[in-house]
């Protein structure tokens, strides 16, 4: 191509503190392409976008937009120049209503200040255009992660900016609504949009873009067109070596009856809820965004209070509403939403993964910061957590470390049945391999455990049964043999009755 | 479909959020006056509403900077350096025009609101820290420039003396004014970007940064909003009360928050309403106006009065938790309605 | 960015022990009669009761929460002490009794915060009136005396310059310290002020340590009480009028965030003894009451400012979005 | 267990007299004397004035006086200025106590270390001072206010008390010699319905007046035996329709309510003067200082202007009576 790129970055580098989380890495973004950035967790990838947005001034180098040098003194700036970004984390207003949350600082005025109607039909035209079924006027507060990151989209793409940049937006979407996604960004793209898009899921990439940049520790790696690379290749230049198979879900005999749940119902949100996950066996929750898989699970944890029905663990009827109680019984629950719901941001590594196992860690009355420390350090070790020292905070970890927080913190309970929430949201090929040969190891090893998992391959490739929820019940159970995509499918869109 | 029918029963409950507090004042003012009916004499409603009029601005104020997930602790003493100066000048400068004594004041207080505006949103001192300091620190200005003078009602013209009790059509000049703010702030926080922006900036900061939001300014603004109307009310409780000294208003931060709290504002930002603000205000004062009516015992109203703030928070609680089950259940039974087609979600 | 975090923690500590000093050595040179051993006896026993009550306090902030209605606990205590003490019980009795008062007052707010979900600060405005309203129903316009000297001289006796009350604050000082930076009950306290929700699912239970906290909040301020009026040899409904603000702005001036989750105990204690003496030193100078309130306030602001401002001009240098302001 | 019976046994078997040195009525004044006035609150304008006179005194017996004290007008604050009154070896300490009680321990302590201590205003128990200045007996002052509103509303119909704190001493005192005075058969008509309490709070007070207004339409007159309510209640009335019928009378400065005795809103008042309060108050300081007096009753003193002064028992010194303030006299004060 010889057009001039939209936005570039030249040579960039920024550090932390030690941690230099950016090296000398350019980038060229051309209006009517879809440009991939990929790399592993904690290469680099969000604070690159941040720089793009404004938030983070970069240490040296330059940003170029249209070939000039300009500065970015806040996302303001980067905003008034065109560029929209969906962040990584979703970060809307809870108290306001979702159009406003895309409106905010933009709203349509009238004679009489904002013009309410104006903006909810923008809004609404949005949402079709995204095929979303949310109301408008509905307050933030509470919409699922998957709603949240739409709406994260519909704001960005209200802004009709010259840049779009998507730090992983798929990662909390199932099937449907990637695929209205990457239709609208076709069309962007055939309008002359310039789009970033980050995913850890590769086939996302080979299918949308047309250029692939990866970094690896903040470097750059290379720059290659999409067409002249195998996933293979690609997986290669992201984590530097070979990658064996990347579902490898060991036979197991399914042993006793760990947890059984029964007719569970928490109305107007699942109704009638009944399974069994088996010790040694892996069953994957499946179904479409919003079908209430999370609810099953905080239901069954004890984070909500269920109105009908029983939950047993080995046999034993589980205290409803009491996640202490859960725990006792052997229960763990690794949670869909990480910063919200698995970390405490601004505790250090080691003491959110002691969280979880506090009684552990008493030597007598008192906490003994030693095994505290061993805990973390054996945890972060086994799941090739990226981090400077155990006692940083967590927020400082890339998104896909801190989900490794959260998985180190439960496993190091050593649980029997362990209910997993989108287990590898925002987690990178090489280390999603980890986790699920991690998973597969603990099943062998006799835990009960329940995926729950918007990424098909991931349902297909771990479970050894495969549960389908539409609409806030379950409609089929589907054994590993038969499941395929197809099936799957039919059964979360309610196109089938198992 | 199903969502529409949420959203209406929502926006009926938000209604009803300040539906609460008009039933409680209903109730207060209707119970009050069974047992004494001259409570709701012309006279004494007027009392009940002069004597608000100055909590009500405050509160509208306060709102304000609340909604901002902040707090102005310092209101009391910006109104107690409002009114002293102001009573000051207009006792020994006869000359000046009270308008511009007026004028003067609103700037006073908009420079202390500007401090604490500065020390929140530009230094990031939490507020509460911050306003704690300036509560301190106005009064001790306070004290230094009153060193134990008192200025009482025969110092000051007549003129302004009379803006205190005046009434227009009716209705007390200070209500009038109150409420002309209270329309102004209600307003300016719906209806306008800088407003709604504000509601946004205590929902989430740090999304409000990465939106765009001049986050900084906007609250350096609402904290300088809130200062003038401080010293708007303080030149007010001038005016009202004619006797003014160093400690006026001391210990009025407490009910103003209160006012804020019981109007449904959210503590923590982001959500909730001048108007409800002001009805807070209103029934605050209801309540000590209708126990002093009601012969209780001085001794008691102290606790009574307690009593009535903690009853009506936790109304207000049990009323929204009972309809946030009643809004999950009836939209289990919108779910579970059999003639309904699938929507592919 | 994690590295500013900690180290601004530790520099805060150390600001307020640098403040401390400095204000000890400035008024111990300067000021007549400060460095004495009576002079130092007063400071510390004038420093008892908040420094009981911000002990609590500190726990209870550090959990995000707030209680107001400490002051008026402590004077409900009183006027209950007062009350009892006219009708002839003996006062051996009657200081368990104050004890269970204020436990139950704390009770009241905690169960009040946690099975309603309201927000404390909400809470304890109006308990703030309700228990103040309360002494007043107890014990009118009493104020009740002829205390046993036995314990009134108790409560001003001392150890050389140290107070005995100054030795009880220490001790329990010792437990509250270890209770929040040693034990499992600590790591969940500041788990939950931090992200209420995240505790939650790591299985802290959130609502039993939250009233528990408002318990011990509440026991705190009728022991603070039992002080008061033995030292004041006096028991009224009116004691202890506002002391709250000043219980609040010691734990803040102490480095506690307010918005839960981050502070010591020994920054806390710091700063009591920090404001205790700033305010008997200018008093000494016969520095007038007004520059008193003035400084007090002034130091507040600063405290928090002075490590902000270095934060500030950092940003300055590149603006950063996601690091919270420090506190 | 210790119970109060207990207390109050120890305390009458090991009761004392406490003044021990002779006095040596001859005596100068010492010069250079520091005396510290501390009021129940300082920036109060009654105390402003008291001070003032007090400080003036002490300028002329070639002393040195000064005011300090706390904002807030509680008995906890107070102990700290006496503590450090001790630290600074004062010669002697005048003071108004919040709390007759709380402040004995610290004024003892003050003593042992030879602080000459005065009340005035409002008393301590009398072992944590020397002398008390009386402004004007309880007794006198509670029933001369009953009488000024009798002959005000014509011996009949309701009438009010606006108190200050529920708690403050030595309105109580006052309040109980009026309920005394009102016993008497000449009162039989008027009826004493309620007491209210403006905390000494501008607002507060004023409040109170609407509500009393509102609960006792019939109400006849207010008395308010306070500065700070009598002022607020005046203003109340003055711009209200009951101005003039419902009579209002108390204790209050005379700048304070000038406007009001002009406009007609009030009749008569009382009150001593405070500066010469004050200025007592210091002289008495000084002679207990330089040893003309030790406290004990039948000593006498001198008292610059305000002449000679006795000693009366429980070591009182009394002002002497109030002064009635109204229309024809007003204008010849002024504080
Ligand atoms: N605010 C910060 N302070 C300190 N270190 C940071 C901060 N933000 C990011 N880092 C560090 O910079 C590195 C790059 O992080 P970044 O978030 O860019 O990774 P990423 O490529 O987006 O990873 P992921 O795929 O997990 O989202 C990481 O080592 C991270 O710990
Ligand atoms: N305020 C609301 N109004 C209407 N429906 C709501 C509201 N909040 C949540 N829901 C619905 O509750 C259901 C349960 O959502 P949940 O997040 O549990 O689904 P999920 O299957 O776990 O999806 P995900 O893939 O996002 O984890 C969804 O249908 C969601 O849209
Ligand atoms: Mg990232
Ligand atoms: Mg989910």
Not at chain 2, 113 to 124: D, M
Not at chain 4, 187 to 212: H, I, P, R
């Amino acid at each position: 191509m010889d057009e001039t790129p939209v936005l570039s970055l030249s040579q960039v580098s920024k550090a932390f503190g030690a941690v230099r989380a950016v090296r000398e890495v350019s980038l060229q973004l051309f209006p009517g392409e879809v440009h991939a950035l990929a790399g592993e967790n904690g290469a680099g990838k969000s604070t690159l976008v941040k720089i793009l947005s404004g938030v983070h001034r970069p240490d040296s180098g330059r940003i170029l937009l249209d070939g000039e040098p300009v500065e970015f003194g806040g996302p303001a700036d980067a905003q008034r120049a065109g560029v929209a970004v969906i962040y990584q984390e979703p970060t809307l207003f809870p108290d306001l209503s979702v159009m406003e949350n895309i409106f905010m600082g933009r709203q349509p005025r009238g004679r009489l200040g904002i013009d309410r109607r104006a903006m909810r039909a923008s809004a609404a035209e949005l949402f079709a255009r995204l095929g979303v079924h949310l109301d408008p006027d509905q307050p933030a507060r509470g919409l699922s992660i998957a709603d949240q990151q739409l709406v994260e989209i519909a704001k960005a793409l209200s802004l009709q900016a010259r840049v779009l940049v998507m730090d992983e937006p798929t990662a909390a979407l199932s099937g449907t609504e990637v695929a209205r996604l990457f239709g609208v960004a076709r069309t962007l793209r055939s309008q002359g949009c310039a789009l970033l898009f980050i995913s850890h899921r590769l086939e996302e990439i080979f299918e949308l873009c047309r250029r692939v940049t990866t970094l690896r520790d903040g470097a750059h790696v290379a720059s290659d067109l999409i067409a002249d690379i195998t996933p293979d290749d690609l997986v290669r230049r992201m984590v530097g070596r070979e990658l064996d198979a990347l579902f490898p879900k060991q036979e197991t005999e399914a042993g006793e009856v760990a947890l059984k749940v029964r007719r569970l119902t928490r109305e107007g949100v699942f109704t009638d809820v009944s399974f069994e996950v088996r010790r040694g066996e892996i069953v994957a929750l499946a179904g479409l965004v919003g079908a209430g898989r999370s609810e099953v699970a905080r239901a069954v944890f004890g984070i909500d209070r269920w109105d009908a029905g029983s939950v047993e663990v080995d046999g034993k009827r589980l205290r409803p509403a009491s996640p202490t109680a859960a725990m006792a019984a052997g229960l763990a629950l690794v949670p869909e939403d990480r910063r919200q719901q698995g970390l405490v941001m601004d505790l250090s590594i080691e003491r959110n993964i002691g969280l979880a196992g506090l009684s552990a860690l008493h030597r007598g009355p008192l906490i003994s910061r030693l095994a505290e420390r061993e805990r973390a350090r054996d945890w972060a070790v086994r799941l090739r957590l990226k981090f400077g020292r155990l006692s940083d905070p967590v927020n400082v970890l890339s998104g896909g470390n801190q989900q490794k927080v959260v998985l180190g913190k439960w496993l190091a309970r050593r649980p029997s049945v362990l209910i997993v929430d989108e287990p590898t949201r925002g987690i990178d090929v090489g280390t999603k391999a980890e986790v699920h040969r991690l998973l597969s190891e603990l099943a062998g090893g006799g835990v009960a455990v329940l995926m729950i998992s918007s990424e098909l391959p991931e349902v297909l490739g771990m479970a050894d049964r495969v549960l389908v929820m539409h609409e806030g019940r379950l409609v089929a159970e589907i054994p590993r043999a038969d499941a395929t995509e197809e099936s799957v499918m039919a059964a979360a869109t309610g196109r089938s009755a198992a | 479909m199903r969502r529409n029918g949420g959203r209406r029963l929502v926006d009926r409950v938000a209604r009803v959020r300040e539906l609460g507090i008009v039933v409680a004042l209903g109730v207060l003012f209707g119970v009050t006056g069974a047992v004494n009916p001259s409570f709701l004499s012309y006279a004494s409603l007027r009392d009940i509403l002069l004597n608000s009029a100055i909590v009500a601005m405050l509160a509208v104020g306060q709102t304000l900077v609340v909604v901002t997930r902040n707090v102005d602790l310092s209101v009391s003493s910006v109104v107690g350096l409002s009114a002293f100066g102001g009573a000051l000048i207009l006792a020994d400068h006869p000359g000046v025009p009270v308008a511009v004594v007026i004028a003067g004041c609103v700037v006073l207080g908009a420079l202390c609101g500007a401090v604490n505006g500065l020390l929140v949103g530009a230094a990031k001192v939490p507020a509460l820290v911050a306003t704690l300091g300036t509560l301190y620190a106005f009064r001790g200005i306070d004290y230094a420039w009153a060193g134990g003078r008192q200025v009482n009602a025969a110092d000051m013209p007549e003129g302004f003396l009379s803006l205190g009790s005046r009434s227009v059509l009716g209705v007390p000049l200070l209500a009038l004014v109150a409420l002309a703010v209270l329309l102004a702030v209600g307003w300016t926080l719906g209806n306008l970007r800088a407003g709604r922006e504000l509601y946004a900036i205590g929902s989430s900061p740090e999304a409000a940064v990465l939106a765009g939001i001049a986050v900084r300014r906007r609250i350096v603004a609402a904290f300088v909003a809130n200062g003038a109307l401080a010293g708007l009310a303080g030149v007010m409780w001038a005016a009202r009360f004619g006797t003014v000294d160093a400690t006026v208003a001391t210990g009025k931060e407490l009910d103003v928050i209160a006012a804020v709290v019981v109007g449904g504002v959210a503590i923590f930002g982001g959500s909730g309403s001048v108007y409800g603000a002001a009805l807070g205000a209103l029934l605050l004062t209801g309540i000590t106006s209708a126990l002093a009516v009601l012969r209780v015992d001085a001794l008691a109203q102290t606790a009574i009065n307690g009593a009535l703030l903690i009853a009506a928070i936790v109304l207000d609680r049990v009323l929204a938790l009972r309809v946030a089950a009643a809004l999950r259940r009836r939209r289990y039974h919108e779910t579970t309605d059999p003639g309904r087609p699938a929507d592919g979600r | 960015m994690a590295v500013d975090l900690a180290r601004m923690a530790r520099r805060w500590e150390g600001l307020i022990l640098v403040l401390l000093v400095g204000v000890t050595v400035w008024a111990s040179l300067g000021v007549d009669g400060f460095a004495n051993g009576s002079n130092v006896s007063f400071l510390l026993l004038d420093t008892t009761e908040i420094a009981l009550m911000a002990l609590t306090m500190t726990l209870v902030i550090v959990a995000a929460e707030i209680d107001l209605s400490v002051a008026s606990t402590l004077g409900l205590s009183c006027a209950v002490l007062g009350r009892l003490w006219n009708a002839g019980l003996p006062i051996e009795a009657i200081m368990p009794i104050c004890l269970l008062v204020g436990a139950a007052c704390g009770a009241f707010n905690g169960l009040l915060v946690t099975r309603l979900g309201l927000p404390s600060l909400a809470v304890t405005i109006g308990t703030f009136a309700l228990f103040r309203g309360l002494a007043y129903v107890m014990l009118g316009d009493q104020a009740v005396a002829g205390l046993p000297p036995a314990y009134t001289s108790l409560a001003t006796a001392s150890v050389g310059p140290i107070p005995l009350a100054t030795i009880l604050v220490a001790v329990l000082a010792v437990v509250a310290a270890v209770v929040l930076h040693a034990t499992g009950l600590g790591r969940s306290i500041f788990a939950l002020g931090s992200n209420v929700e995240a505790a939650f699912f790591a299985g802290v239970r959130v609502k039993r340590i939250k009233l528990w906290l408002f318990v011990a909040s509440g026991t705190m301020a009728s022991l603070a009480s039992l002080v008061y009026t033995f030292r004041y040899a006096s028991a009224r409904a009116d004691s202890g009028m506002g002391l709250e603000l000043a219980v609040v702005a010691a734990v803040l001036l102490g480095g506690v965030s307010i918005f839960g989750g981050r502070g010591t105990l020994p920054g806390v204690l710091m700063a009591v003894l920090l404001l205790g003496a700033v305010r008997n030193a200018l008093i000494l100078a016969d520095v007038a009451n007004e520059v008193l309130n003035f400084v007090t306030g002034l130091l507040l602001v600063a405290s928090v400012l002075a490590p902000n401002l270095g934060a500030v001009w950092r940003r300055r240098s590149s603006p950063q979005v996601e690091g919270k302001s420090v506190t | 267990g210790t119970t109060k019976s207990d207390v109050e046994q120890q305390a009458s078997a090991s009761a004392t007299a406490a003044s021990s040195a002779a006095a040596d009525p001859n005596a100068p004044i010492k010069q250079g004397l520091k005396i510290a006035f501390l009021p129940k609150q300082v920036n109060n304008p009654y105390f402003t004035i008291a001070n003032g006179g007090g400080i003036e005194a002490a300028k002329e017996f070639g002393g040195e006086g000064k005011e300090v004290g706390p904002s807030d007008a509680s008995a906890s604050s107070q102990v700290s200025y006496i503590n450090t009154l001790t630290q600074q070896k004062q010669d002697a300490i005048v003071i108004a106590a919040n709390d007759p009680n709380a402040v004995v321990p610290a004024l003892k302590q003050a003593m042992a270390a030879g602080i000459k201590v005065v009340s005035y205003d409002s008393d301590t128990a009398p072992e944590g001072r020397h002398v008390f200045v009386n402004q004007a007996s309880a007794e006198d002052l509670g029933r001369t206010q009953v009488q000024l509103l009798a002959e005000q509303v014509g011996h009949k119909g309701k009438i009010a008390i606006l108190s200050a704190t529920p708690n403050a001493t030595n309105q109580n005192t006052w309040i109980e010699f009026m309920k005394d005075e009102l016993k008497k058969p000449d009162y039989k008509d008027m009826e004493l319905v309620k007491v209210a309490y403006g905390n000494d709070d501008d607002q507060k007070s004023f409040t109170e007046t609407q509500g009393l207004l509102r609960s006792y339409p019939d109400l006849a007159g207010i008395i308010s035996p306070t500065t700070v309510g009598i002022a607020a209640a005046a203003r109340y009335l003055s711009d209200s329709p009951s101005k003039g019928k419902v009579k209002l009378t108390g204790l209050g400065t005379p700048n304070q309510l000038r406007k009001f005795v002009k406009d007609g809103t009030i009749e008569a008042f009382e009150l001593w003067n405070p500066a010469d309060l004050g200025y007592l108050a210091s002289y008495a300081a000084a002679a207990l200082a330089s040893g003309q007096v030790t406290g004990a009753e039948g000593e006498k003193f001198k008292a610059g202007k305000l002449g000679e002064y006795t000693i009366g028992a429980k070591g009182e010194v009394l002002l002497g009576k109030p002064t009635v303030f109204n229309e024809d006299n007003i204008d010849d004060f002024d504080f």
